[in-house]
């Protein structure tokens, strides 16, 4: 955590329009509803059994400590974090995960209200698909077109206005590049030589 403190500036999230945005957030609840996926994602009480996977909830990566284990591991493909998460400086690590494995990340406004709802849980400020999404066909879907309305390419009825690649941008400062090791930067903080005596 040190060198995103040290150098907190280093790194920008993408500006996303707010259309943009608001089709990002009715995609996701239209797609995680329970009634087209025909079984609950609210959390329950009851334990279930060993080695008994749900079957959606298996490819989602739900909340900040969950979406942070799964980035290191390289088995995101689409992340977003809420804009209402505070203090900013807890997204950095995500950003500079998301950008070292060149995985699509994105801050959304309003995101946490929804997703609390679909999960029944007191509170969650980003999620992720897992890389596994591709084995369940709806959850594939979802991941397909958002990634197509974040690289701007994405399919619209005739006589409307398309989406063009400049629609999600950065912010300008130093982005690092997905290969580069966050540990081999400068963080800002020069540490002191001891001399001889």
Known sequence: MKIYVAAPGQHNWPVIPDDVQDRLLTLIREELNEDKLNISLKRTRK???????????????????????????????????????????????????????????????????????????????AIGFKSSCQEHPQLKNLVDQVLQILHGCENQPEGSSSFSSSSVTFLPGKIIAPYQNPKRMPAGVQKKKKGKK
Do not use: E
């Open 47 to 125: 334990r279930a059994a060993k080695g008994v996977k749900h079957p959606v909830k298996q490819h989602l990566a739900i909340g900040l400590r969950c979406v942070m284990r799964y980035l290191k591991q390289n088995q995101c493909s689409v992340v977003f974090v809420c804009t209402s998460l505070a203090p900013i400086i807890l997204t950095k690590p995500i950003l500079l995960l998301s950008q070292m494995h060149s995985t699509a990340s994105a801050r959304l406004k309003n995101l946490s209200p929804l997703l609390t709802k679909t999960f029944a849980i007191p509170h969650c400020s």
